[in-house]
């Protein structure tokens, strides 16, 4: 299983990437946005940075207009995803960058729907958002369940990023089911690590050290 980090915060993917357990990241414009600092500062530093795939996304919203930013965007290095929303104009975009080998993750998909569209214009990710379901009482991660199952019936080439991730739980959830990767925020990970009997463990072991040798 895949680990992205959701953000576009250099401390934080610095700190992910030394722990070793960093496999991409995947940014939005709001993400972009809340670091305040000009898109493409952002853009180059986390491609140093990250040698994994790295979504960036398109601000326009027709298709010619999504082409041209993808095709800038992807100009920056290889490991470069083009984030495309799941509109029709989304569709035609992901179909004339997958045709010219550029990778798209198509985002905003609520759907099985939608992600059937998105696979079958040759997306190379999928990008169900289970929280902002979740928010709706929906059950967000059974589309995640019926995407993975349209996936292998069909033997579609893309990969499910589980998106718009709250809490560990829903990372879990992922792995059980077979998701592909997960993409969080760096909080998340953080809490994946914490159990409080680790660190009653710990203690606990280091006294009983300190003891003997008292
Ligand atoms: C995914 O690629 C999105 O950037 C992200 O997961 C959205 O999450 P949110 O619903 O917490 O904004």
Known sequence: MKFFLDTAN???????????ILDGVTTNPTLVAREGKDFDTVVREILKIVEGPVSLEVISTDWKGMVEEAEKLAS???????????TIDGLKATKILSSKGIMVNTTLIFSPAQALLAAKAGTAYLSPFIGRLDDISSYGM????????????????????????RHPMHVLEAALIGA????MPFEVLQKMIKHPLTDIGLERFLKDWEKMKG
Do not use: H
């Not at 250099?10 to 070793?20: L, M, V």
């Open 142 to 165: 059974r589309l995640v369940e019926d995407i993975i199952q349209i996936i292998d019936n069909y033997g579609f080439e893309c990969e499910v990023i589980v998106a718009s991730v």
């Open 180 to 183: 592909d990767i997960v993409t």
């Open 10 to 20: 250099i401390e934080k993917i610095k700190e992910a990437a030394s722990w070793g």
């Open 76 to 86: 920056y290095g290889d490991n470069v995803v083009i984030k495309i929303p799941m």
